[in-house]
């Protein structure tokens, strides 16, 4: 089969209150390489697991929508987090040569 070119232009983030936009757009930075539908819905599947196995998601959901360009998807990334008593979170972001960690308590 032929591959079907595809281009993601942006990843949306929905349901997220105490977990930061960043910690979950980390999980999805290659998909801006993709180049194929067939490998965005092999690193998407990729993403939502490493999602999971971060404990803090009771539910994490992807769907398409279309981009701007013609071509071109927005991924719409749905989580719902966890509800525990008590939690603690550690995490670290490094991009662009930008470094933030953050600390969570709830």
């Known amino acids: 089969q032929n591959p079907i ?5 942006d990843v949306k983030i929905e349901g997220n209150y105490k977990t930061r936009d960043f910690v979950i ?3 999805f930075d290659r998909l801006r390489d993709i180049e194929t539908s067939q490998d965005l819905l092999r690193e998407a599947s990729y993403a ?3 999602l999971e196995r971060m404990g803090i998601f009771e539910e994490c959901t992807l769907s ?3 981009g701007p360009v013609h071509g071109s ?14 939690s603690f979170n550690l995490g670290s972001f490094i991009k662009n040569d930008v470094c933030s960690l953050s600390f969570l308590l709830s």
């Open 5 to 9: 070119p595809v281009k993601v232009h």
């Open 48 to 50: 939502v697991s490493r």
């Open 64 to 66: 398409l929508e279309s």
């Open 73 to 86: 998807v927005n991924v719409v990334v749905s989580v719902e987090e966890r509800r525990l008593p008590c």
């Open 25 to 27: 757009e980390s999980q």
